[in-house]
């Protein structure tokens, strides 16, 4: 048995944090470390001390396994926690914190071995005698080999990486003629997030729905199922919702699919917190004949929380208590499922432009807290969501007796909520949880596909604008002339100034009236301001048939304007106003002319990057014909890989952009001259 004092955490972020808080509550001392980007992060202020690895790029810094081990070598640090993501499932990185004699939180590099590349852990899967998806699990590589292979497995089929997760490197290919683009961009996406570009080929599982057993596992020959989590609410293979216990589990398939988990476990000497992933065919519900192993996930998973709360375990203390030698403190048969629980995960992506990762200032941050909510984040008001790392936000964990009751506190507390700054998926993922076919657990992976459209409806945005373009005139005036701002009955904005200062300026009879341009959410929009005697502001918006008096109003809590009763707030950002109103944010500004680029007025043609991140690869070259839909180039951010398209047919004018290049968001990459007529 070893005593342990002291922890570095080799991540940041949320799951930092997290570990962070369980390690303060069991009196450990706390170790950070940070790249350039992540001095000021939160992860680094909870710690008792930090330590810097390199610069911004991961490859620099948190996949740094040498720079790890010196830090925890130079803080002392008894043991090391890995966190997900990152060097968590990299046997490599286990043996070096051996070496060094320096406990490896995790489970030992001969089980990451086994069961942490998917090939090998399907091979042992299918002699241990559990079913595994139809496919080629080998070793060759050769591009014609593997499109022969799927067209004998028959499509459709998925493309796999063989390393890591979380959807990185899997591809859906439903016709021939899509395999070989698919295959290249799995292995690029493969090798730049894991270091391997290897990929297996299985056959979809028609209406699958994606059910994993979390398995706990000690020193000393003990393994136990901690029961299942449904998984299946995903998007481009990355799950958004996931819920403990699944929805419609029979117990017989409880039983027996954890036994097949903790088998999996023993046979490879398993060690700490590990998840068993398989797939179901849910045509008929989920059934005991119809499910199969898919991979092992070696470390611990960003959905634990909702084990936590059904189990009342701390899963992160076991990780401590098995590294630090103890046998675990109970049998299966002391294990009990108490009541529902399900998580969200709360990205800064932009729904209404098909969930591209969104950057930028922290302006507002609002979560929420409640009876039976959790919530986990590794981010403050004020901090950055930076292009380097993955863009979560927050995990919002909410527990009930019944589902229908955790699923009731987790749309409350979406629905309280406040992120202005990057766009969020926030009112995506609160009309998810209100989805009749999840309520009713009719759904299976493809769910949110089938349902794109009215998952992410834009609202109503009107009455958001109209609020903003008060408030952006009450601070162009406060600017001018020091306040005399007053709130009428009401809650109707007025104002009390001099005249002479105003942005309308003065008018001699009539009601007094204000045409304003703006600029909302990069489009201009023209807007009229009147005030009626009593000084109170009605908004017409001619373009969208809104006419009304915003009621504002003020929250003690937060200190900032609210409007529509309280359901929306008003944020200053800069020279804007970021009005958040259910879940949606609208950025409002007034429109300046001269904000344009002058040398490129007409840009039509234009293809930009739609956010900062690296290019991978450049399909085309000046001169050649394109039509529309045609792969120009691949774009990857955090972690992920976006296609580029061309917006119609035409002619490459200018590649102004080159593999391996550094872009902000807005550059231009390629133009395009269009055909005549």
Same mark, same amino acid.
């Given at each position: 048995?070893?005593?342990?004092?002291?922890?570095?955490?080799?991540?940041?972020?949320?799951?930092?944090?997290?570990?962070?808080?369980?390690?303060?509550? *069991?009196?450990?001392?706390?170790?950070?470390?940070?790249?350039?980007?992540?001095?000021?992060?939160?992860?680094?202020?909870?710690?008792?001390?930090?330590?810097?690895?390199?610069?911004?790029?991961?490859?620099?810094?948190?996949?740094?396994?040498?720079?790890?081990?010196?830090?925890?070598?130079?803080?002392?640090?008894?043991?090391?926690?890995?966190?997900?993501?990152?060097?968590?499932?990299?046997?490599?990185?286990?043996?070096?914190?051996?070496?060094?004699?320096?406990?490896?939180?995790?489970?030992?590099?001969?089980?990451?071995?086994?069961?942490?590349?998917?090939?090998?852990?399907?091979?042992?899967?299918?002699?241990?005698?559990?079913?595994?998806?139809?496919?080629?699990?080998?070793?060759?590589?050769?591009?014609?080999?593997?499109? !022969?292979?799927?067209?004998?497995?028959?499509?459709?089929? +998925?493309?796999?990486?063989?390393?890591?997760?979380?959807?990185?490197?899997?591809?859906?290919?439903?016709?021939?003629?899509?395999?070989?683009?698919?295959?290249?961009?799995?292995?690029?996406?493969?090798?730049?997030?894991?270091?391997?570009?290897?990929?297996?080929?299985?056959?979809?599982?028609?209406?699958?729905?994606?059910?994993?057993?979390?398995?706990?596992?000690?020193?000393?020959?003990?393994?136990?199922?901690?029961?299942?989590?449904?998984?299946?609410?995903?998007?481009?293979?990355?799950?958004?919702?996931?819920?403990?216990?699944?929805?419609?589990?029979?117990?017989?398939?409880?039983?027996?699919?954890? %036994?097949?988990?903790?088998?999996?476990?023993?046979?490879?000497?398993? !060690?700490?917190?590990?998840?068993?992933?398989?797939?179901?065919?849910?045509?008929?519900?989920?059934?005991?004949?119809?499910?199969?192993?898919?991979?092992?996930?070696?470390? /611990?998973?960003?959905?634990?929380?909702?084990?936590?709360?059904?189990?009342?375990?701390?899963?992160?203390?076991?990780?401590?208590?098995?590294?630090?030698?103890?046998? *675990?403190?109970?049998?299966?048969?002391?294990?009990?499922?108490?009541?529902?629980?399900?998580?969200? %995960?709360?990205?800064?992506?932009?729904?209404?432009?098909?969930?591209?990762?969104?950057?930028?200032?922290?302006?507002?941050?609002?979560?929420?807290?409640?009876?039976?909510? %959790?919530?986990?984040?590794?981010?403050?008001?004020?901090?950055?969501?930076?292009?380097?790392?993955?863009?979560?936000?927050?995990?919002?964990?909410?527990?009930?007796?019944?589902?229908?009751?955790?699923?009731?506190? /987790?749309?409350?507390? *979406?629905?309280?909520?406040?992120?202005?700054?990057?766009?969020?998926?926030?009112?995506?993922?609160?009309? /998810?949880?209100?989805?009749?076919?999840?309520?009713?657990?009719?759904?299976?992976?493809?769910?949110?596909?089938?349902?794109?459209?009215?998952?992410?409806?834009?609202?109503?945005?009107?009455?958001?604008?109209?609020?903003?373009?008060?408030? +952006?005139?009450?601070?162009?005036?406060?600017?001018?002339?020091?306040?005399?701002?007053?709130?009428?009955?009401?809650?109707?904005?007025?104002?009390?100034?001099?005249?002479?200062?105003?942005?309308?300026?003065?008018?001699?009879?009539?009601?007094?009236?204000?045409?304003?341009?703006?600029?909302?959410?990069?489009?201009?929009?023209?807007?009229?301001?009147?005030?009626?005697?009593?000084?109170?502001?009605?908004?017409?918006?001619?373009?969208?048939?809104?006419?009304?008096?915003?009621?504002?109003?003020?929250?003690?809590?937060?200190?900032?304007?609210?409007?529509?009763?309280?359901?929306?707030?008003?944020?200053?950002?800069?020279?804007?106003? =970021?009005?958040?109103?259910?879940?949606?944010?609208?950025?409002?500004?007034?429109?300046?002319?001269?904000?344009?680029?002058?040398?490129?007025?007409?840009?039509?043609?234009?293809?930009?990057?739609?956010?900062?991140?690296?290019?991978?690869?450049?399909?085309?070259?000046?001169?050649?014909?394109?039509?529309?839909?045609?792969?120009?180039?691949?774009?990857?951010?955090?972690?992920?890989?976006?296609?580029? =398209?061309?917006?119609?047919?035409?002619?490459?004018?200018?590649?102004?952009?080159?593999?391996?290049?550094?872009?902000?968001?807005?550059?231009?990459?390629?133009? /395009?001259?269009?055909?005549?007529?």
């Amino acid at each position: 048995m070893k005593t342990l004092t002291s922890v570095l955490v080799a991540n940041r972020g949320e799951i930092a944090c997290r570990v962070f808080r369980t390690a303060r509550r *069991l009196g450990l001392r706390t170790v950070a470390v940070y790249s350039d980007a992540d001095r000021d992060a939160m992860h680094v202020a909870e710690a008792d001390e930090a330590h810097r690895i390199g610069p911004a790029p991961a490859a620099e810094s948190y996949l740094r396994i040498e720079a790890i081990v010196e830090a925890a070598r130079k803080a002392r640090a008894d043991c090391i926690h890995p966190g997900y993501g990152f060097l968590s499932e990299r046997a490599e990185f286990a043996e070096a914190c051996e070496a060094a004699g320096i406990v490896f939180v995790g489970p030992p590099a001969s089980a990451i071995r086994a069961m942490g590349l998917k090939d090998a852990a399907k091979a042992l899967a299918e002699k241990a005698g559990v079913p595994i998806v139809p496919g080629y699990h080998g070793e060759r590589q050769e591009p014609d080999f593997l499109r !022969r292979k799927a067209y004998e497995i028959g499509y459709p089929v +998925l493309i796999k990486a063989v390393a890591g997760g979380g959807g990185k490197g899997m591809r859906r290919v439903d016709k021939q003629m899509e395999f070989e683009a698919a295959l290249e961009s799995a292995q690029r996406e493969a090798a730049s997030a894991f270091g391997d570009p290897r990929v297996l080929v299985e056959k979809y599982v028609l209406s699958p729905r994606h059910v994993e057993i979390q398995v706990f596992a000690d020193g000393h020959g003990n393994a136990v199922s901690l029961f299942e989590r449904d998984c299946s609410l995903q998007r481009r293979h990355q799950k958004v919702i996931e819920e403990a216990p699944a929805p419609g589990m029979p117990e017989e398939m409880r039983a027996i699919m954890g %036994r097949a988990a903790t088998e999996a476990a023993k046979a490879v000497g398993y !060690r700490g917190a590990g998840t068993v992933e398989f797939i179901a065919d849910g045509r008929e519900g989920l059934r005991p004949d119809r499910f199969y192993f898919m991979e092992m996930n070696t470390r /611990l998973q960003v959905e634990h929380p909702v084990t936590e709360a059904i189990t009342g375990l701390d899963l992160v203390e076991l990780q401590f208590h098995v590294a630090a030698g103890h046998p *675990l403190p109970f049998s299966q048969d002391d294990l009990v499922i108490r009541g529902h629980a399900v998580e969200a %995960r709360l990205y800064a992506e932009d729904p209404a432009s098909g969930f591209l990762p969104s950057t930028g200032r922290l302006w507002a941050l609002g979560l929420p807290g409640g009876e039976g909510v %959790r919530v986990d984040t590794g981010v403050r008001e004020g901090d950055a969501v930076t292009p380097f790392y993955d863009p979560m936000i927050a995990k919002v964990i909410a527990r009930g007796e019944t589902r229908d009751e955790a699923l009731d506190r /987790l749309s409350t507390a *979406l629905g309280r909520t406040v992120v202005a700054g990057p766009k969020t998926n926030v009112a995506f993922l609160r009309t /998810l949880c209100d989805a009749p076919g999840f309520r009713s657990g009719t759904f299976d992976t493809g769910f949110i596909d089938r349902n794109l459209g009215a998952l992410v409806a834009p609202g109503d945005r009107r009455a958001a604008v109209a609020a903003a373009a008060v408030k +952006l005139l009450e601070l162009h005036d406060r600017a001018l002339n020091p306040p005399a701002l007053k709130v009428a009955g009401q809650g109707h904005v007025t104002w009390g100034r001099d005249p002479w200062r105003r942005r309308d300026a003065f008018q001699f009879s009539g009601p007094r009236r204000s045409p304003v341009l703006l600029s909302v959410e990069g489009e201009k929009v023209a807007v009229d301001l009147a005030w009626d005697e009593q000084e109170r502001v009605r908004v017409a918006i001619p373009s969208s048939g809104y006419d009304a008096c915003p009621e504002l109003g003020w929250s003690d809590a937060t200190h900032r304007d609210t409007f529509d009763k309280g359901r929306g707030e008003l944020v200053v950002a800069g020279d804007a106003v =970021l009005a958040v109103h259910e879940g949606r944010q609208t950025r409002v500004a007034f429109f300046d002319p001269f904000d344009v680029d002058l040398e490129h007025l007409d840009e039509g043609g234009t293809v930009k990057a739609p956010m900062h991140g690296k290019v991978v690869a450049v399909f085309v070259a000046p001169g050649e014909r394109v039509t529309r839909g045609h792969r120009l180039a691949v774009l990857e951010a955090m972690k992920m890989e976006h296609a580029l =398209l061309a917006p119609s047919d035409g002619e490459v004018a200018e590649v102004l952009a080159e593999a391996g290049q550094q872009v902000a968001e807005g550059a231009r990459l390629i133009v /395009l001259r269009a055909e005549e007529g």
